[in-house]
């Protein structure tokens, strides 16, 4: 795709930033020999191969495509322009923390079989690999000045009682929320964000509710945010945090979605900011 998303709007700014995902190194073997574009790894649900193309957001935009998987320079090369093209493994992102280089915004997927989607990965593949990559981060200088969100695919669920709002409206075959060709019409399908854009069929949503977690010694304790958010609500908060205030534009929600900092509190940092917990158990450890 030819259009803007928010590694072109950091670049432009100067700001430094990598997406990190698993299995993106072609050239790294596992330990069970596989290497390439068929890395895998077995974990409690099973094998399954590492890298997950379409799930490498980036990699549908022409800017910011890393379509070789071209490795960095450098170490140091993370987080700049360079070969990789701001796109990385998530060992990169490893590496970076623990030479000091991390970028100034980081969008990280675990491994397959590590990343929490259902059928292939179990939820405790998942929290050995949150809870050791928020362990790091907390064990780092640079933790009073770091924020981790944590979010999830929007999955189709059908656990959830509560029907989230009608937030677009849009008409076509892909409907489904309340019904085919139930949820307006395609010339009012993005009020409020491009009224000359009628593309966005089939975004009637919100579907179900799905967990959105902030971590950060500025997070506020004991706090279950109420206010409407969604993925793009991420990116409103780093548009809003480094950007100032600038928005992608094009049809995108981050236009309209709430941000996240409602969710803290930066005038006051906790003395109490870190918990370490057993990767294993999910258990804090001190």
């Not at 796109?87 to 990280?108: C, H, I, K």
């Not at 506020?220 to 992608?248: A, K, Y």
Request: aromatic share 10%.
């Amino acid at each position: 795709m030819g259009s803007k998303n928010i590694g072109d709007l950091l670049n432009a700014a100067g700001i430094t930033w990598g997406s990190f995902m698993g299995g993106f190194n072609l050239g790294f073997t596992n330990s069970n020999g596989t290497t390439g574009c068929l890395r895998s790894s077995t974990g409690l649900a099973g094998t399954t191969g590492d890298f997950v193309p379409h799930h490498a957001f980036f990699q549908y935009y022409t800017s910011t495509a890393n379509p070789t998987h071209a490795r960095p320079a450098s170490a140091a090369e993370i987080g700049h322009d360079g070969p990789a093209n701001h796109q990385y493994d998530v060992r990169d992102f490893t590496e970076a923390v623990t030479r000091g280089n991390l970028p100034a915004v980081s969008f990280v997927k675990a491994q397959a079989y590590q990343d929490g989607h259902a059928g292939y990965s179990d939820p405790l593949d998942e929290q050995t690999f949150l809870v050791s990559l928020i362990n790091l981060l907390q064990q780092q200088d640079s933790w009073k000045s770091t924020a981790v969100v944590i979010l999830y695919d929007d999955s189709d669920g059908w656990y959830d009682h509560q029907m989230g709002p009608i937030v677009n409206q849009s008409t076509g075959s892909a409907d489904a929320l309340t019904g085919l060709n139930a949820c307006g019409t395609a010339a009012t399908s993005l009020p409020g964000i491009d009224a000359g854009n009628v593309h966005a069929l089939g975004r009637c949503g919100y579907g179900m509710r799905q967990p959105l977690l902030v971590i950060s010694p500025y997070a506020l304790e004991n706090f279950v945010d109420h206010s409407v958010t969604d993925q793009s609500s991420v990116i409103h908060f780093i548009e809003d945090n480094w950007l100032g205030g600038q928005r992608i534009g094009q049809g995108s929600f981050d236009s309209v979605s709430n941000s996240l900092s409602q969710m803290f509190n930066f005038k006051a940092i906790r003395t109490d900011g870190t918990l370490i917990l057993n990767p294993q158990t999910g258990e804090p450890t001190q």
